[in-house]
């Protein structure tokens, strides 16, 4: 708020609310709305009827904008001004407890959002002694930055951020845990014989979309691209087949098999 310079004789002639607005620092809409609720009304009229603002009307203004600027509403304002709480103090300690708890608030936002930004840009919020504890020693602490290199434009990598974001180590533990467990329910189903694109088979595959949407929805189209890679990249091979030799191939037969049973032809999906 602007103070008032000692020369302006507000006493004798009074301020047009254009001049208050400009003074004061607030707009002519919110004078007019005080006028209106009868917060703040200027007191003297000019013989055409418009109305003006005196020096009295201009400290009410005055204290308005201060209790305004703590956070009071008008209303609280109003009953602090005309005198209808005597507990002043205890009206602006409860303000403060309010502030105080939004300040609280904007703080865990804060820390909620440098978490999605990390997310976003690292992929995991794990130190590399966690990630090597939750997924084990064959785990190599770059695969998620060489994913976010890969991958780091596209929905699904936004969709890993922020499931990464709001996940706690016990949680990722969790995750690690239902994909192994799935690994080698697959793995035993190979070496039992389940054949690609029988029941069997088919309720694995639609168990490893599953387990996989901790990290984001997969598709059909996409579990076999997903599985495509599984076999064709030497890293995703040489991880799938140390669990079974020939893992990663069953795998994919398995998904192409349950892909045509569900009218999509392995040979032309595409990551959609």
């Known amino acids: 708020m602007r103070s008032m310079p000692d020369d302006l004789d507000i006493d004798l002639d009074g301020l047009t609310v254009g001049q208050v607005s400009t003074w004061v620092g607030v707009t002519v809409r919110a004078l007019h709305h005080w006028d209106e609720i009868g917060l703040a009304r200027p007191s003297l009229r000019t013989p055409a009827g418009y109305r003006l603002y005196t020096a009295g009307d201009l400290e009410r203004l005055h204290r308005i904008v201060v209790y305004r600027e703590v956070g009071l509403g008008l209303d609280k304002i ?3 001004l005309d005198g209808s709480t005597a507990d002043v103090p205890g009206a602006l300690r409860a303000q403060r407890a309010q502030v105080t708890e939004r300040i609280e608030r904007l703080h865990r936002l804060g820390a909620g959002l440098d978490r999605m930004i990390d997310a976003h840009e690292r992929g995991l919020l794990l130190t590399v002694e966690q990630q090597a504890a939750i997924f084990g020693s064959g785990w190599n602490p770059d695969w998620p930055a060489q994913a976010r290199r890969r991958y780091g434009d596209t929905p699904q990598w936004q969709q890993y951020a922020e499931r990464s974001a709001a996940r706690s180590p016990e949680e990722w533990q969790a995750v690690a845990a239902a994909v192994s467990a799935l690994d080698l329910a697959l793995a035993d189903a190979m070496d039992a014989g389940v054949e690609p694109g029988g029941p069997e ?3 694995l ?6 387990v996989f949407a901790a990290y984001f929805p997969l598709s059909r189209r996409m579990q076999v ?18 669990i079974r030799p020939g893992f990663a191939a069953w795998f994919r037969r398995a998904v192409d098999e349950s892909a045509r049973a569900h009218g999509i032809d392995p040979a032309t999906a595409t990551w959609e």
């Open 78 to 80: 109003r009953a602090v």
């Open 201 to 203: 088979a088919n309720r």
């Open 205 to 210: 595959v639609e168990r490893h979309r599953e």
């Open 225 to 242: 691209c997903l599985a495509r890679m599984y076999e064709a990249d030497p890293a995703y091979a040489a991880h799938y087949d140390g």
